[in-house]
């Protein structure tokens, strides 16, 4: 399933004038400030770290960061211990240069999730931070490519798949048309249709929940 074009210049397009206006910074990804930025990647490494079958300090852990923009979690993940072979995808080339650029020798592909064809449980932890933010689907049809995309996440971990959404019982979410916002408990229960154990977070900031999807059974 797989964005429309018109849909995917929109994002490209979007994302050249952000960094054009705002450089390399976190409000470049229309994040508040890197601090709003940051809640969502302490909740995401909370996750890992409480739902990896290894978290020690040899042990690598691969991650597939879906919707990476400057691959900022790569270099957060690894300030917090984490050992991780890093891989991060953004449809925006525009992001990956300049990803490329700020964080030197990091792994990053131009690309949307479905462009790709890893195999079935490539990675360990397949993650989303703010992706799905974006109002993709036609009338009628809202929400679907956002389930598609966290059913292929789903399919593409060994352990675990985190990511956030907008929560629509907020007024702020809910008063935005072009932010694509979620019933935290309709997507709970999508997701106890195809995973093992599904844990929602929505402590950590008023307009936002994190969900984790693991393999495990519990």
């Not at 470049?28 to 930025?37: G, I, M, N, Y």
């Not at 852990?61 to 890093?86: E, H, M, P, T």
């Not at 990091?106 to 931070?129: K, T």
Request: with cysteine.
């Amino acid at each position: 399933m797989k964005l429309s074009d018109k849909h995917r210049q929109r994002i490209i397009k979007r994302h050249q004038y952000s960094i054009q206006e705002r450089g390399y910074e976190a409000t470049a990804l229309f994040w508040r400030d890197q601090s709003v930025q940051e809640k969502r990647f302490d909740i995401l490494i909370d996750f890992i770290r409480l739902n990896s079958q290894s978290v020690e300090a040899d042990h690598v852990i691969s991650i597939l960061d879906v919707g990476c923009g400057f691959g900022d979690l790569c270099d957060y993940l690894k300030k917090a211990g984490l050992q991780v072979n890093y891989t991060g995808i953004d449809v925006s080339p525009d992001m990956v240069r300049a990803g490329q650029f700020k964080h030197g020798d990091i792994h990053l592909l131009q690309g949307e999730l479905f462009d790709f064809e890893w195999p079935q449980a490539s990675f360990d932890w397949v993650v989303c931070s703010g992706a799905m933010n974006e109002v993709v689907d036609s009338p009628g049809q809202e929400g679907e490519y956002a389930q598609a995309m966290i059913q292929k996440m789903y399919a593409l971990c060994r352990q675990g798949v985190v990511f956030n959404l907008l929560d629509a019982s907020h007024e702020w979410s809910h008063s935005r048309p072009d932010l694509q916002s979620f019933d935290s408990s309709e997507i709970a229960s999508f997701c106890k249709g195809f995973a093992n154990n599904v844990l929602v977070r929505q402590d950590y900031l008023p307009n936002d929940f994190t969900v984790c999807l693991t393999r495990m059974e519990k």
